[in-house]
């Protein structure tokens, strides 16, 4: 049985790119038309694309929330650090000045590599902070 013939009438962009789809190997206008109604009757059947867009953005979501809950934990962490080292430190002596500095940048050397070993490894401040927030949640 034959197909049913239909006219249309379309704009000159649309009809120019129907000819230009229509060039390729394979592809007749027909086939083209048929598959746009297709997906204008049955809206449906593009759910499967935005499913997908959708799971990633909420996985996106869900990463997002994870970062910004990271950050404020930093932030209030030298926050209650700092307040506290400025309350509880003398100041230094000006002749004592040089060898404190000599020493604090050890300390601060020996602290970077520290964080970085640690950063490198799972089981860091972060991950036993949010062991913790799962056990009290």
Request: glycine letters at 6%.
């Amino acid at each position: 049985m034959s197909k049913p013939r239909v006219n249309l009438r379309l704009s000159h962009k649309l009809h120019a790119e129907l000819e230009r789809r229509a060039r390729e190997p394979g592809v007749t206008k027909t086939d083209i038309v048929e598959e746009a109604l297709s997906r204008f009757f049955d809206p449906e059947s593009n759910l499967v694309l935005e499913e997908r867009l959708l799971r990633r953005m909420d996985a996106f979501d869900r990463r997002q929330g994870e970062i910004e809950r990271d950050t404020a934990l930093c932030l209030e962490t030298i926050a209650h650090f700092v307040f506290y080292w400025l309350t509880r430190t003398e100041p230094i002596p000006e002749g004592q000045r040089d060898a404190a500095h000599a020493l604090g940048q050890r300390r601060f050397d020996h602290f970077i590599q520290q964080v970085a070993r640690k950063l490198g490894n799972e089981r860091g401040v972060v991950s036993r902070v949010n062991a913790d927030l799962g056990d009290a949640g």
